[in-house]
């Protein structure tokens, strides 16, 4: 399907919906359909088919309609930046051989006459906003007077490709191959014009709409200008989507500080941003949106940290020789990865030394399909090499090194020359620094520092660091300007007479103010003065290695520590600490950080984990057949031998409680292992469960340390099975607080189901861990996230190694558990979903949720715990067991927004966007920080896909008191079903 064709349908299926906005005008799709439409007419008069048309205009809605109309016309679509320098105005004219400029500024116009272009001043012709911008002189006598006759069509139908546009486009003669040219800097830094093809738009749209999930109520951010492809993408996708872009009014002199006054006002749901710029924006501003899609350039682990407290997270790469995105990925955590390829494409590594191409491995990425631009317009054949075709599909290879995974997943490793991507342009440092240098007529130096780019130069006397930094701006394009200059005595210089780039790194490396070491009274002095700080946010003393999350902080008391320490050492210099750190805290590892003296690892910190847990769960292998005992022929007095105990964990919290409740029902001997007092523990349950004393006759609790003792002296009594519940349910602890923790316990729990001879063991874990029972590796780790979820997946790798005994291994992920009586209501108090609720009630508005919430009843929970332990193996009603085991992820209903609504006694009308709704929260006080980031982390992923109802009853209706939350029409599949996304975790 070309270009014109695809928008005429869209703006003719989407109709009466708002497609574009700006301050105090909006257009429906049939309003743009009719301007775009008579601009277009325009635009053929002006403009021989084929032929280029220069629009020259950004950051306004009028020029996106403009941009939209070259778009339909029989020209070739040409953005260009209309604040370029005279001289490479002149330049891009010039080999862009175009026919006509469009532009909205009369000294774009006085620059388009001089660079001998026909001219079309957008406000002789009349502006979009006018009632009838130039009324066709020639209507179609014979128009179709019903473009879709369906009454009540598929409102997102894909639009068939074989199919001609509405208006009877496929009677007009032919269009050009090229949907649009668009400059692209390329690797030497002079101009390249790229020509795109029609064959990838489609796919483009598709996968950006369903990847990014876009939906019709989405709005947009218009941000890039029209002369970078990326705003080829936000607007396509927005349109495929049915959704509403939203361009900013600019207010102010700065483009970016418009924009980031309009998000901290507006917000939005999507962006499409570069990391350079998002770390411009305002934290008012980033806070307000819901999905940013990075793209442009490299995302690095500090941009993706300060994203992740807001917004979900997407890492888009893709050259303009690609049509704007070829790979895309979601990210739950830190990781270069850039996703894998869309629609229409492969990818494949090239090996430098030999040019053969591979479906795995690590070299230069080669993209091949249909997405493949045509090449580069008016080139040398020299310059089109990087245009093949590969398997005799198009190709190119990018120039990218990357590594590809057999199961197509890409990781961004740098580029194989010089150049550099900034504010989305490809920079080549070293034609910028030679042009620079002849321009200026002094000896300079660009440099990398991290994510800023440097001009050093010597002192003269005269010149300032500010005029120098003027002079350049007139120079060169704000993409290739440097971030700052630096004025230095002299140049240092190697023994060849060149400038000596290592020497001045290290004379510059060194942020402002940052220590350097010094005597042993003056780091104790250093380490004090962060102590301060660290006592002054959370109102205690810690540990100079003790972790702020060990010591009851919150991510919001670490965010007021960066702050803090940032007045001091500076905020790149901090950042980039807290970035090493993984974003945890210890005063010491801060110093050592912030000192280099903490050495980069050679392996990712997942890489690392991986490892650990490899060999931990090896050696647990091998030490559990020693371990067990036979226990076979061993007799329980009373009990004609049948009667062995049941280990049950976690017995104080609210699952484990109810399971315990049902074995003392049983008459089932129990053996309690808690973290606390263990009679307090069975005081505290028969307050609760409103039982006698003589109903524990046949329980006994005792603590973790007695339980190791235990199986360090193989003895203790024989167990049947064991119920794992025990585990401190935190997503904002560290995962090295959960190793030490939970996890630490799970290995012990598992030696003594060894040690004791048990039969059966069934662990409690989370949804949040994943919906596949996959293999333990890097990307299982991964996807999961969270440092909690984490952790549940390294317990079951523990748990699993019962196997070599032939124990039955069940793992249980469920949702969000409830069923709360009034005894049970103080396990309510940091559960973030049924405070989501109560706060939503109080400040009388609900988030936007996206997908369901998975919940289930804690009574059929417990029941099939307890009855899969009595059945056996394969024997659970209902089960999809993993291979070689029960394990299934219990999920007894769900929970849409529109479900959840009437249990907060609000409507449709009251809902919000989250970054709104969390603003209104935080301003009001009144959610303790650590409640707020569960939330926020809860809502950032993507929720629960499809409607389960499982169960015979409203459970949150029973636990809250509300009406029934049932909206019309909703069905689901039954209980215990394993789903394909990951849901929040148990409490």
Known sequence: MQLPDLLTDLFRRHRGRPALRTAGRTWTYEELDRVTGALARRIDRECPAGRRVLVAGEHTAEAVVWALAAMRSRAVHTPMNPGLPADRFEEFARVSDAALLVCFEREALVRGEKAGLRVLYAGDVGWPTDPDPDPDPDPDPDPDPDPDPDPDPDPDPDPDPDQGSADGAAEEPARPRVAYSIFTSGSTGSPKLVDVGHGGLLNLCRSLRRLLDITPDDEVLHFAS????????EILGTLYAGATLVVPVRDQASWLGSVSRHLAAHGCDLAMLSPSVYARLDEAARSRIRKVEFCGEALGEAEYHKAARYSRVFNAYGPTEATVCFS???????????????????????????????????????????????????????????????????????????????????????????????????????????????????ELALLRQDATILLVTAADGDTTEESLMARIRDLVPVWEAPDRVVLVDALP???????????????????????????????????????????????????????????????????????????????????????????????????????????????????????????????????????????????????????????????????????????????????????????????????????????????????????????????????????????????????????????????????????????????????????????????????????????????????????????????????????????????????????????????????????????????????????????????????????????????????????????????????????????????????????????????????????????GHDILGRLLGTPAGDGPGRTGSTAETPSGAPAPSPR
């Not at 029209?226 to 993408?233: P, Y």
């Not at 093949?388 to 120039?399: L, N, Q």
């Not at 090493?580 to 890489?607: C, I, K």
């Open 226 to 233: 029209l002369s970078f492809d990326a705003s080829v993408s």
């Open 328 to 442: 895309l990925a979601e990210l739950t955590t830190f990781t270069p990865g850039i996703g894998t390829p869309l629609d229409g494409f492969r990818a494949f590594v090239r090996d430098p030394d030999t040019g053969e191409h591979a479906t795995a491995g690590t070299g230069e990425l080669v993209i091949v399909g249909d997405g493949v631009a045509l090449g580069y317009a008016g080139a040398s054949a020299a310059e089109n090499e990087v245009f093949g075709t590969v398997d005799g599909s198009p190709a190119y290879a990018t120039g990218d090194v990357v590594t590809l995974a057999d199961d197509g997943a890409l990781t961004y490793l740098g580029r194989i020359d010089e150049q550099i991507k900034r504010l989305g342009h490809r920079v080549n440092l070293a034609h910028v620094g030679s042009t620079l240098s002849r321009h200026l007529g002094r």
């Open 493 to 951: 210089l190697t023994s060849g007479g060149k400038v000596d780039r290592g020497a001045l790194r290290e004379r510059l490396a060194a942020p402002a103010g940052a220590p350097h070491g010094g005597t042993a009274d003056e780091d104790a002095a250093e380490l004090q003065r962060v102590l301060d700080v660290v006592t002054a946010v959370l109102g205690q003393e810690i540990g100079p290695e003790t972790s702020i999350f060990d010591a009851g902080g919150s991510s919001l008391a670490m965010i007021q520590i960066q702050v803090k320490l940032s007045d001091t050492y500076g905020e790149e210099a901090v950042e980039a600490a807290f970035a090493a750190m993984d974003y945890d805290f210890a005063p010491a590892a801060f110093l050592r950080h912030l000192r280099g003296e903490a050495a980069a690892p050679a392996e990712s910190a997942v890489e690392t984990l991986l490892r650990r847990v490899e060999t931990e769960r090896d050696a647990l292998r091998a030490e559990l057949p020693v371990l067990r005992r036979d226990t076979r022929h061993v007799t329980v007095p009373g009990a004609g031998g049948g009667d062995r105990e049941v280990l049950l964990t976690g017995a104080s919290g609210f699952i484990g409680g109810h399971v315990l409740d049902r074995l003392l029902a049983a008459g089932r001997r129990v053996l309690v292992v808690s973290t606390g007092d263990p009679d307090g523990l069975l005081t505290g349950h028969a307050d609760r469960f409103g039982r006698r004393a003589a109903d524990y006759a046949r329980v006994r609790a005792i603590s973790y340390a007695e339980l190791e003792r235990w199986v360090d002296r193989r003895r203790g009594p024989v167990l049947d099975a064991v119920v794992h519940c025990g585990y401190q349910v935190n997503h904002l602890l560290p995962l090295d607080s959960h190793m030490n923790g939970s996890v630490r316990n799970t290995a012990l729990v598992v030696r003594a189901a060894a040690a004791l001879g048990a039969r059966a063991f069934a662990f409690l874990s989370a949804a949040s861990a994943g919906a596949a029972f996959l293999p333990l590796s890097a990307a299982t780790l991964t996807a999961a996230g969270d440092p909690y979820s984490r952790s549940k997946l390294i317990s079951e790798a523990y748990v699993d190694t019962l196997a070599v005994l032939g124990c039955d291994v069940a793992h249980y992920r469920p949702g969000l558990v409830y069923g709360h009586r009034p005894e049970d209501r103080h396990h309510l108090q940091d559960d973030w979903f049924t405070a989501l609720l109560e706060t939503a009630r109080r400040v009388g508005a609900m988030p936007r949720l996206s997908g369901h919430v998975p919940v289930c009843d804690v009574g059929t929970l417990a029941e099939t715990l307890l009855g899969d332990l009595d059945a056996g193996p394969g024997t659970a009603d209902g089960a999809s067991p993993a291979p070689g085991s029960r394990s299934r992820v219990v999920v007894h209903r769900t929970y849409a927004l529109d479900e959840l609504l009437p249990h907060t006694g609000l409507t449709a009308a009251d809902v919000l966007a989250p970054a709104e709704w969390f603003e209104r929260v935080r301003d009001g006080g009144e959610v303790p920080a650590p409640l707020l980031a569960a939330m926020q982390a809860a809502l950032s992923g993507p929720g629960w896909p499809t409607p389960h109802r499982g169960a």
